[in-house]
């Protein structure tokens, strides 16, 4: 019997067929993303839809103009124009408009969104009982970086602000709206678990930062600074859902706490320390107890005597007494003091002196 052998394809031949199965699979895939973008397009389209349909159930106001898919191949970008949102909660009517605000996930980490809002935000807060209104415009950059768990909860959000004007106005105040604070380079951080099981565990840790923070409220105080740097790290504990009433008295009664392991308002050379469980009452204002720290308390003293808000001899009895519970840091050697701080019935103290008073809910 004899044997037949089928000769094998030239080496041209072979390295083409290969070449055309390579751009086949190529092609395909190419194909595949292009399809995914645009699917995933639609789909964010039809997701912002819905939530704004949601929020219009509610009662609240959502407008925007045009939403326009950018960033193809390797972003996916939505661009949305003349963007407001309203709520109102109780006698609180919330607002926030901006001109441009850019929605921007990688194809590779669909959970992670950054929001930059291109033009300058304008954040309004009345009062209707009062007819006061608090506003806060942040300049454009201003930024927001999520990540979500797989759930769809909020896993992480950093906002940063590179700068912004806080005023307050009452209507009809013939002076208009008057400046609160300044501040430069500010930045929340919230960090968020997927799921807890009961008021003892952290649900959420949040981080405050402003590198420089200006106010007429600092002359007010007596200091000599022209700027203060402040610093927040603080616990949630407990589910809290919202921000509504109705919320944060559910967070309340099921034994929901805040915890404040450093909150530092640095005024050099005064520099203030505070650290402080909180709860809330039934009127919901803030309650608890915590320490502060004072240091360069005789500068602080000082300057309180010169602004006029303290008499010499009040001034010299509280050296005594402070004195008295002080110790020397070792970094320069100023004296720092450390004084009980309680919140109860809307009154904020320090030791035996009321610092002010907070109204309810």
Known sequence: MISEIIPSPPPHKRQRRIGTVLSFIVALAVLTYVGNWFAAAFWLEGKIEDWAAEERARGNEVAYGELRFEGFPFEMSVLATDVSYARRRGQIEETVELGKLRAVAKPWAPLDYTFTAETPVTARQRNIDTDTVVTLGAAPRTQLETRFYGSGVLEHARLTVLGGLLTSERMGDGRGPREAARFV????????????????????????????????????????????????????????????????????????????????????????????????????????????????????????????????????????????????????????????????????????FTLFRLPGF
Do not use: Y
Not at 202 to 231: C, D, F, Y
């Open 185 to 352: 380079a500010a930045s929340l951080t919230v960090d968020q678990a997927e799921e807890i099981k009961d008021h003892t565990e952290a649900s959420a840790v949040v981080n405050l930062t402003a590198t420089r923070v200006e106010s007429p409220a600092l002359a007010a105080m007596g200091t000599k600074a022209q700027h203060a740097a402040l610093a927040m790290e603080a616990t949630l504990r407990g589910v809290l859902t919202g921000t509504d009433s109705e919320d944060l008295a559910l967070w309340r009664d099921s034994g929901g706490t805040l915890e404040i392991d450093r909150f530092t308002l640095a005024m050099d050379p005064v520099g203030l320390r505070l650290s402080a469980t909180l709860a809330l009452d039934r009127l919901l204002r803030p309650e608890g107890a915590g320490t502060l720290e004072v240091k360069g308390f005789d500068e602080a003293i000082r300057d309180l005597v010169e602004a006029g808000h303290l008499k010499q001899d009040a001034a010299e009895i509280a050296k005594l007494v402070l004195g008295a519970f002080s110790r020397t840091s070792a970094s320069d050697g100023t004296r720092i003091v450390s004084v009980p701080v309680a919140a109860q019935d809307g009154r904020v103290s320090a030791g035996p």
